[in-house]
C-alpha cells in the first residue's frame, strides 16, 4: 500500500510542476517582426504540381513569401523564439529548410535555427526547384538548381529581416468561416473513387469525406496598434488555376492584396494550408448555378474565393481585435517521429513497372513516368520495419495551438487533431515539408488518387500515429489544472 500512494503522489508532483512551469511561463512580453519577399523568377521556370512539363510563359501574379517572428521574453532573458514562414510553392521540397537553416546560423546568433518552420500553399503555378523531374529546355529557361539557390537566399533574407524587426507586440485571435474546399473525391455505386470525378452520373453515390470550412485566424498589432500581421489558416490548397503556363500565387495574391488595401500596403499576410490532401477548389457539384451568380456578380473565380476568405477574415479579426495579448504565453517544441511506411506490395510493383515501360518514350509525360517508376524501387528496397521521419512542430501562443506536418494531409487527420487538442483554436499547417499525401483509412477502398502507393509513402497507420503523437504533443502544453 505505501508504494502505491508514494507513486501517486509523484504523479501529483509532476502533474503540478508541469502545470507551475506552463503557467509561470506567463509573464513573459511577446515580441512579434515581420517580413515579405518576392521568391518570383526573372526568367521562364519550368512550374511544379503536374505530371506534364510546363515552362512558364507570364508572371501573372507575383508569388511570395512572408516570415514572422515570434519571441516571449521574461524576466530571465529569451523565453521562447519561433520564425514561422508561408511560401507560394507546390511544397517545401527535401532539403530546403536545411539549406536556410544552414544560412541563418551565422546571421541570427540569437536564433536557434530548428525553431524555423517553412509551409507551402500548394499553388501548383509556382517554380519547381528539384532537377530531373521534368524534361526542359536546354535554351532559355531558369535550371531548378538555379531557382533554389535564389529561392533558399531570398527565404533566409526574410527570415532574417523579421527576426531583425521583431519589437513589443500584441497578439490576438478568432474564428471564421468560409466555404472554399470541396471534397474533390467523387465516389460511385460500385466504390470506387475518382478525384474530380463527374458528379452528373446515375451512378454518382456521395462524396468520399468530410470538408473543414472553418477559417482560424491570428492577428498581431504593434506598440501603437497598427495591424502589422496575420496568419490566415484555411483547409483548402492553393490550386483553383493550376493548369496555367505562367507563375500566379492563386487566390492567396487576391486575398493579401484585398487585406493589405484596407489595412495598409505594409501588412503582413501568412498563407497557413490546413489539412485538406482530399479537398480543392475546384467546383464539384451546382456548377452551372455557381458560374452563373459568379458571373452576375462580375468576379472570377479567384476573386470569388477570396472575397469569401476575406469576409471570415473580417469575422475572426473582429473578436481577435477585442482581446490584444502583450503577453500571450509562447511555447515551441520540435519533435522527430518515425512513421511506418506504405509497404508496396508485389502486384502493384508489377503494375507501376508497366505504366513506366509504356511511358519511357514520352518526354512529356517523364514526370509520370518517375512516379511510377519509385514505386517499383521503392518495392526493391523496403523492409518491414521501414520508418519515415518527419519534423513537427507544435507551438502554444496564448489560447491557440499550431501544429506542422510536412503531409498533403487528409481533412478527417485534421479533424482529429482539433477534437483531441485542449486548445481553445487548433491551427493545423500541412506541407511544412516536401508532401505526399497521408490518406484516410476509408480512402484506400476507393482507390483514388491520392489514395494509391504512387501518391504516398506513409498510410493510415501512420496517420494514426501522426495524430496520436501532435495530440500529445499540444495537451503538453495545456496541462490540466491539479
Known amino acids: 500500500m505505501p508504494p502505491m500512494r508514494f507513486t501517486k503522489n509523484l504523479s501529483v508532483i509532476a502533474a503540478v510542476a508541469a502545470w507551475l512551469t506552463v503557467e509561470t511561463l506567463g509573464a513573459a512580453e511577446l515580441f512579434v517582426g515581420r517580413a515579405t519577399t518576392s521568391i518570383t523568377p526573372e526568367q521562364p521556370v519550368p512550374l ?64 536557434d535555427p530548428a525553431k524555423l518552420v517553412l509551409n507551402a500553399t500548394h499553388t501548383h503555378t509556382a517554380p519547381e526547384v528539384v532537377e530531373g523531374r521534368y524534361e526542359i529546355p536546354d535554351e532559355g529557361v531558369m535550371r531548378p538548381a538555379e531557382y533554389r539557390k535564389f529561392l533558399v537566399e531570398q527565404l533566409a533574407d526574410a527570415a532574417e529581416r523579421a527576426w531583425k524587426s521583431r519589437a513589443p507586440g500584441k497578439a490576438g485571435w478568432g474564428l471564421g468561416h468560409a466555404v472554399v474546399a470541396q471534397n474533390r473525391l467523387a465516389v460511385y455505386s460500385d466504390g470506387h473513387a475518382q478525384m474530380y470525378g463527374p458528379t452528373d452520373r446515375p451512378n454518382f453515390a456521395r462524396f468520399e469525406g468530410y470538408e473543414d470550412h472553418g477559417v482560424e485566424v491570428l492577428c498581431f498589432w504593434d506598440g501603437d496598434d497598427n ?33 493589405r ?20 477548389p475546384h467546383l464539384m457539384i451546382r456548377k452551372q448555378a455557381e458560374e452563373r451568380m459568379r458571373r452576375l456578380r462580375k468576379l472570377d473565380r479567384l476573386q470569388e474565393i477570396a472575397q469569401r476568405v476575406v469576409a471570415a477574415w473580417n469575422e475572426a479579426h473582429e473578436g481577435a481585435r477585442q482581446e490584444k495579448h502583450t503577453d500571450a504565453l509562447l511555447r515551441h517544441q520540435v519533435e522527430t517521429v518515425d512513421l511506418p511506411v506504405r509497404l508496396v506490395t508485389q502486384e502493384e510493383a508489377l503494375a507501376a513497372r508497366q505504366k513506366a515501360a509504356d511511358l519511357a518514350g514520352d518526354a512529356n509525360a517523364r514526370r509520370m513516368m518517375l512516379w511510377h517508376q519509385e514505386v517499383a524501387a521503392r518495392f526493391d528496397r523496403q523492409k518491414p520495419d521501414d520508418v519515415y521521419t518527419v519534423e513537427l512542430h507544435v507551438i502554444r ?52 488518387y491520392g489514395s494509391i502507393v504512387q501518391s504516398n509513402a506513409v498510410g493510415p497507420a501512420g496517420g494514426r500515429l501522426l495524430v496520436e503523437r501532435t495530440i500529445a504533443a499540444i495537451n503538453s502544453l495545456w496541462p490540466q489544472s491539479p
Not at 507570364?58 to 520564425?83: F, H, K
Not at 502589422?228 to 496555367?244: M, W, Y
Open 261 to 280: 488595401e484596407r489595412h495598409g500596403q505594409d501588412l503582413a499576410v501568412l498563407a497557413w494550408t490546413g489539412a485538406a490532401g482530399d479537398q480543392s
Open 48 to 111: 511544379s504540381g503536374q505530371m506534364r512539363t510546363r515552362i512558364s510563359q507570364a508572371v501573372e501574379t507575383p508569388v511570395m513569401a512572408t516570415a514572422l517572428a515570434l519571441e516571449s521574453r521574461g524576466a530571465d532573458g529569451v523565453a521562447e523564439q519561433a520564425i514561422l514562414a508561408s511560401c507560394d510553392l507546390v511544397a517545401i521540397r527535401k532539403g530546403v529548410i536545411e539549406e536556410v537553416r544552414e544560412r541563418l546560423k551565422d546571421r541570427l546568433p540569437d536564433f
Open 397 to 448: 501562443l496564448g489560447d491557440v495551438a499550431i501544429a506542422t506536418n510536412p503531409f498533403e494531409l487528409y481533412t478527417d487527420y485534421g479533424m482529429q487533431i482539433k477534437a483531441g487538442s485542449r486548445a481553445l483554436q487548433t491551427f493545423v499547417i500541412q506541407l511544412a515539408g516536401p508532401g505526399t499525401y497521408l490518406p484516410a483509412e476509408r480512402s484506400l477502398a476507393g482507390g483514388a
Open 227 to 259: 495591424l502589422i500581421a496575420t496568419a490566415i489558416n484555411l483547409a483548402c490548397p492553393a490550386q483553383e488555376v493550376e493548369g496555367r503556363s505562367a507563375i500566379n500565387a492563386d487566390f492567396w495574391h487576391v486575398v493579401r492584396e484585398t487585406l
